[in-house]
């Protein structure tokens, strides 16, 4: 059996992705911050870590939590589609909701290039 103590809880890094990520959409540094900047930027990061959770990971759409290759890949969907997000809304637009698009592309791809199970039979 694999010991799972030094991997994260794909929800762990969905908190951790949304709250970093509502702060960046934020875009504190432009001193235009109010109610509806923060839940416009709450929203998107929102709509970015539910659809990085909704596209396929390692060949499954859902998997087990004892599952260590699904939560790398998870894990890295949320982390990458996060990142791709950011630099999104640097690059292209100002528009936190285009970048949150951006995002969850970048999460689908990120599960489409992840390898899935190879070898043996499974019994699920």
Known sequence: MLSNAGAMNPMQTSVFVTAVLTVLFCRPFQ??????????ALVAALAL????WCAPAAGK??????????????NA???????????????????????AIWGIVA???IGFLMPGRTGGATLE
């Open 31 to 40: 001193g235009q911050l109010s109610l509806t900047v923060v839940l416009v």
């Open 107 to 109: 999460a689908l791809g």
């Open 61 to 74: 759409l859902f998997a087990r939590t004892s599952d260590a290759i699904w939560r790398r890949a998870k």
């Open 77 to 99: 969907q949320l982390v990458g589609g996060g990142a791709a997000g950011y630099l999104a809304l640097l690059l292209l637009t100002d528009k936190p909701g285009v970048a």
């Open 49 to 52: 870590v539910v659809g990085a």
